[in-house]
């Protein structure tokens, strides 16, 4: 099912199921990362775990967003994220 979303650009539907996404909001483990947030918005493919130097993933491992980007500012501080993406051809 992962696999077949993924193929198809689904990204939005997947999140739906991430547990660090979950996690933000409140569960499965509320407090965990109190104050943080998300750099952006994954627009663009999972990124676990691709075969060494193609877009094929691993048959044996689901898809998934990793090494995602986590803010946290005092109150008075506004971060802007310019761009948050992937960068393929170091995966």
Known sequence: ???RRTARGEWPVLRTH???TAT???GPRPGAFDRLREAGET???P???LV???TTYDPKRTPAWCDRILLWSAPSVELAVE???SV???V
Do not use: I, N
Request: aromatic share 12%; net charge negative; charged share 25%.
């Open 83 to 85: 761009l948050y993406s």
């Open 52 to 54: 060494q130097g193609t």
């Open 1 to 3: 099912e992962v696999a």
């Open 43 to 45: 627009h663009f493919p």
């Open 24 to 26: 933000l909001r409140g």
């Open 18 to 20: 991430d547990e660090l």
């Open 88 to 90: 393929p051809e170091a």
């Open 47 to 49: 990124t676990y775990r």
